[in-house]
């Protein structure tokens, strides 16, 4: 069976830092990549990053760059997205989810698996 489990979340200020994690299991961990998105209440859901654990190639959505991070310890099957610099717009359930990566892009479109979110509070 497969789980993705996200954690990290929390409350933080307005300029502060928080770590998310999403460990995986029940798949191999290089066949996939693993993406972060995000859902603010009364809003869609947006993309946040996506990093490919076959060739090590990430992305973070344009809003987000140069605050966000994401990195992969592919020993520990686990996703890694540092956010620094958070602001409240940040505010939102954030969750991971693992798509069988293709030759053809960096991130699928497709993502066969998600976990459950954890919740980002950042106040200002």
């Known amino acids: 069976e497969v789980q993705l489990q996200a954690s990290g979340g929390g409350l933080v200020q307005t300029g502060g830092s928080l770590r998310l994690s999403c460990a995986a299991s029940g798949l191999t961990f290089d066949d996939y990549a693993i993406a972060w998105f995000r859902q603010a209440p009364g809003k869609e859901r947006e993309g946040v990053s996506c990093i490919n654990n076959h060739d090590g190639r990430s992305y973070v959505a344009d809003s987000m760059k140069g605050r966000f991070t994401i990195s992969s310890d592919n020993a520990k099957n686990t996703v890694y997205l540092q956010m620094n610099s958070l602001k409240p717009e940040d505010t939102a359930v954030y969750h991971c989810?693992?798509?069988?990566?293709?030759?053809?892009?960096?991130?699928?479109?497709?993502?066969?698996?998600w976990g459950h979110g954890t919740l980002v509070t950042v106040s200002s």
């Open positions: 989810a693992a798509g069988p990566v293709i030759p053809t892009a960096l991130c699928p479109g497709k993502w066969d698996y």
